[in-house]
Nanobody, 123 residues
């Protein structure tokens, strides 16, 4: 199984980025998917999750209304559209896959993880 994140970079506050997570080696449509992030000196935290069928999404309070999670099962890819970015969104963003489909707000709910993509938001 391989999860590869892309789309990170440096952006000014108020700007936008779109992260992608390309999955291989698994039946993508059977997995709930999630995004987590880890800022320097902090623990990794939940950002957003989406169920197998793209009909339920979940967001951390800090990103709700600014970030949108989506998936394309035909392309084995998940996305995170990030708008109105703030300096506090600076972190390494990780995608993860959950075969269980529950407990998706916590790391323990996920079986596979990507290596992350860096997002830096300058003020």
């Amino acid at each position: 199984v391989q999860l590869v994140e892309s789309g990170g970079g440096l952006v000014q506050a108020g700007g936008s980025l779109r992260l992608s997570c390309a999955a291989s080696g698994l039946t993508f449509s059977r997995y709930a998917m999630g995004w987590f992030r880890q800022a320097p000196g902090k623990e990794r935290e939940f950002v957003a999750a989406i169920n197998r069928n793209d009909d339920s999404t979940y967001y951390a309070r800090s990103v709700k209304g600014r970030f949108t999670i989506s998936r394309d099962n035909a392309k084995n890819t998940m996305y995170l559209q990030m708008n109105s970015l703030k300096p506090e969104d600076t972190a390494v963003y990780y995608c993860a896959a959950s075969i269980m489909g529950y407990d998706v707000l916590r790391e323990v709910g996920y079986s596979y993880w990507g290596r992350g993509t860096q997002v830096i938001v300058s003020s």
